[in-house]
């Protein structure tokens, strides 16, 4: 009985890495244990692949010595790992998994083709196989320099986002306590010019004249809150936070302003 092809387990951070070496001598990793280990999910993670430009064919079915015995899975080439992982965003991991991600796309490739390095070395064609494997290595370690620069990209877009969060928090902070000065201020003005205000009758007319114009408006058109866009243009207008609060001086304005809307709707 077969059993299988050679393989490393190398203990890498808090994870096993798994590589199996193909007859041919090309290095692979179990795919579905990569993305597990990264939290992936992986038929999207082999979607993306098979439809990579470059990936595609790196992706291959092997039979390998598994938990559950021989059997066929998916396996990625060491050399196509770090394309993969740098198209992997760490902002779009789970945030305790992005630190994880940065070791892998560092560091991945090159734990598991040194797992095999010295197996390689004593082939027949020692000579051959070693200046293959520093040209590979060379070439890998130009894909794990690209892959770093796409993770210090990521990483500064991630600083940059959190710099606009604590300002739009901080904006937040200032509306509120802007609020909240203008609202004590309004009690203070109260205080000190508790007549300043229209009357209670007054208020009622203003509040029955709102009402009368909105049921015009809401004639015309019942798509919309008509009490709520008057009264918002009435405070707007006459800088109020309540139609009780217009003072005495501003009455006769405002009601010939809801005077001049209800005409303006063409109301006789």
């Known amino acids: 009985m077969t059993s299988g092809l050679p393989q490393r387990v190398v203990a890498f951070y808090d994870d096993e890495l798994v590589g199996v070496q193909r007859e041919d001598g090309l290095i692979y990793a179990p795919f579905n244990r990569l993305c597990d280990n990264l939290g992936l999910q992986r038929d999207g993670q082999a979607q993306r692949v098979r439809r990579h430009a ?4 790196a992706l291959v079915t092997l039979m390998i010595q598994t938990a559950g015995g021989l059997q066929q899975v998916q396996c990625l080439r060491v050399d196509a790992l770090p394309l993969w992982l740098s198209g992997i965003q760490a902002s779009r991991v ?3 998994l992005r630190e994880k ?15 095999f390095r ?3 070395l004593v082939e027949e064609q020692r000579d051959e196989l070693a200046t293959s494997t520093d040209a590979e290595l060379a070439q890998l370690a130009q894909i794990a320099e690209m892959g770093r620069a796409i993770t210090r990209m990521a990483e500064e877009q991630i600083e940059i986002r959190r710099r606009m969060d604590a300002a739009a928090r901080a904006f937040q902070g200032m509306r509120h306590d802007i609020t909240s000065v203008q609202v004590r201020l309004g009690v203070l003005e109260d205080k000190l010019h508790p007549a300043a205000y229209i009357t209670d009758t007054q208020a009622a007319e203003v509040s029955s004249q709102v009402k009368a114009l909105a049921e015009l408006l809401t004639g015309k058109d019942a798509s919309k809150n008509h009490y709520q866009g008057i009264f918002g243009e009435l405070y707007r207008r006459y800088g109020v936070a309540s139609y009780k609060t217009i003072r005495v001086e501003q009455y006769a304005a405002v009601l010939a302003f809801l005077e001049d809307w209800r005409k303006a709707t063409g109301a006789e």
């Open 54 to 57: 470059v990936l595609n064919d």
């Open 94 to 96: 789970k945030e305790e």
């Open 118 to 120: 010295p197996q390689i």
């Open 101 to 115: 991600l940065i070791h892998y796309q560092k560091e991945a490739a090159a734990v598991l083709w040194q797992a």
